[in-house]
């Protein structure tokens, strides 16, 4: 999957709550992209495959609303078995913004909204919106990252945030739009923790170039190696 993103990151910090009944929105919009492998020719397939590979996404951001992400982790299987694998029945209505075949896979942006309602009543069901533990001095930061070259950049942006930083409590992405991704961090600690990291990352094909960090801001560029002379 190509795609792009780049990130003029803004921050802003807000404390985790937790929605209420009374706060809940009927659904949740948002822009997603899905993917499916082109398997012998197959496109119609591999086009039906990226839809549904989107609805799932978009319902797994929608999740976060309710439990932090290790709570996905930790009850993969069963969630898979319960909502994941009767997907549109939380799909209110979805809309395919732009779709782009490769040589081995299909790719959509798609516009979801999602029944938040159904989605609380389903967890509450299975049990996992009762001593869900988030923590409160838990932060959400919102990072909005642009004009990254390559898809698999921000693949492995997000996998470094989800994998190395143990002050990182969960990962999502927010939307999608062309040449933009809105991301949602939770972490323990301050923003410092995650601008030092930052800077300090090596990646393979590329490097960060951080050009202004505030208390709730910070502006980064994803440069390519093989063009920074370094």
């Given at each position: 999957m190509k795609g792009v993103v780049t990130i003029v990151g803004l921050l802003i910090l807000t404390v985790i709550m937790p929605l209420s009944a009374a706060e809940l929105p009927p659904v949740k919009e948002l822009m997603v992209v899905g993917s499916g492998e082109i398997l012998e020719g197959d496109v119609g397939k591999a086009r039906q495959?990226?839809?549904l590979n989107g609805l799932k996404e978009a319902v797994r951001i929608s999740l976060l609303e309710f439990i932090p992400s290790f709570m996905l982790e930790e009850n993969a299987i069963?969630?898979?078995?319960?909502i994941f694998r009767r997907v549109t029945q939380y799909v209110q209505t979805f809309?395919?913004?732009s779709e782009t075949g490769k040589a081995e896979e299909h790719e959509v942006l798609l516009q979801v909204q999602i029944?938040?309602?159904?989605l609380r009543d389903s967890l509450s069901a299975m049990g996992l919106l009762e001593g869900k533990g988030v923590q409160?001095?838990?932060l959400r930061i919102r990072m909005?990252?642009?004009e990254v070259s390559r898809y698999p950049w921000y693949r492995e942006f997000e996998d470094f945030l989800r994998e190395d930083l143990d002050f990182i409590k969960g990962v999502r992405l927010r939307s999608v739009m062309t040449?933009?991704?809105t991301m949602d961090i939770e972490l323990v600690g301050d923003i410092q923790s995650l601008l030092d990291a930052l800077a300090t990352k090596e990646f393979e094909g590329f490097f960060l170039e951080i050009n202004q960090a505030l208390e709730d801001q910070v502006m980064v560029?994803?440069?390519?190696?093989e063009t920074s002379g370094s």
């Open positions: 495959d990226a839809i069963a969630l898979d078995m319960e809309k395919i913004l029944d938040l309602h159904k409160e001095e838990a909005i990252l642009t040449g933009e991704f560029l994803f440069r390519p190696r």
